[in-house]
Antibody, heavy 115, light 108 residues
Framework: EVQLVESGGGLLQPGGSLRLSCVAS????????MSWVRQAPGKGLEWVSY????????YYADSVKGRFTISRDNAKNSLYLQMNSLRAEDTAVYFC????????WGQGTLVTVSS | DIQMTQSPSSLSASVGDRVTITCQAS??????LNWFQQKPGKAPKLLIY???NLETGVPSRFSGSGSGTDFTFTISSLQPEDIATYYC??????????FGGGTKVEIK
């Protein structure tokens, strides 16, 4: 069974940093691209970042480019999102999702940026 | 960027009704379109992939059609458990991947 479990969310002040993690199981992690998708409270879904299976290709939404960094450790079946220079508008539930077709999702982790 | 225009933004229908949601892409995306269901407090769930293919385990009352720029999602007979928000998503272009604005489905 495919499972994705996010962690690392929390409450922090504007300008702060946070690292989210997503641990995968039930499939060969390195064979699949992964993405982070977020959802602000009461709002729709917004794709944040993509990484290829090998980790060699990454893409970002304009809203996070230069502030967020996606990475993965295929030996640990883990996906990461390093978030720097956080803003109030980054407040959201962050999901990891498999493939660009988003066929499997984690349960999400809440990031709240507030002074 | 490929814009996904989804309509309506909300709808109210009776149990047993046929429900239709549309999604229009700002440029040709072939059949690279998904439909998701999201219930409150939960992660989205993939229902339809490649515009018209039913994901394993998804009830057959859900269906999708279309290609190019115009797509339709249908619930043939609305059930109480279908109350959710539905999203379309294109994956023709990764830069960026984009979602429709969502359709909230309620029971009348």
């Amino acid at each position: 069974e495919v499972q994705l479990v996010e962690s690392g969310g929390g409450l922090l002040q504007p300008g702060g940093s946070l690292r989210l993690s997503c641990v995968a199981s039930g499939f060969t992690f390195s064979d699949f691209s992964m993405s982070w998708v977020r959802q602000a409270p009461g709002k729709g879904l917004e794709w944040v970042s993509y990484i290829s299976g090998s980790g060699s290709t990454m893409y970002y939404a304009d809203s996070v480019k230069g502030r967020f960094t996606i990475s993965r450790d295929n030996a640990k079946n883990s996906l990461y999102l390093q978030m720097n220079s956080l803003r109030a508008e980054d407040t959201a539930v962050y999901f990891c999702a498999r493939r660009v077709a988003f066929d499997h999702w984690g349960q999400g982790t809440l990031v709240t940026v507030s002074s | 960027d490929i814009q996904m225009t989804q309509s309506p933004s909300s709808l109210s229908a009776s149990v047993g009704d046929r429900v239709t949601i549309t999604c229009q892409a700002s440029q040709d995306i072939s059949s690279y379109l998904n439909w998701f269901q999201q219930k409150p407090g939960k992660a989205p769930k993939l229902l339809i992939y490649d515009a018209s293919n039913l994901e394993t385990g998804v009830p057959s009352r859900f269906s999708g059609s279309g290609s190019g720029t115009d797509f339709t999602f249908t619930i043939s007979s609305l059930q109480p458990e279908d109350i959710a928000t539905y999203y379309c998503q294109q994956y023709d272009s990764l830069r960026p991947l984009t979602f429709g604005g969502g359709t909230k489905v309620e029971i009348k």
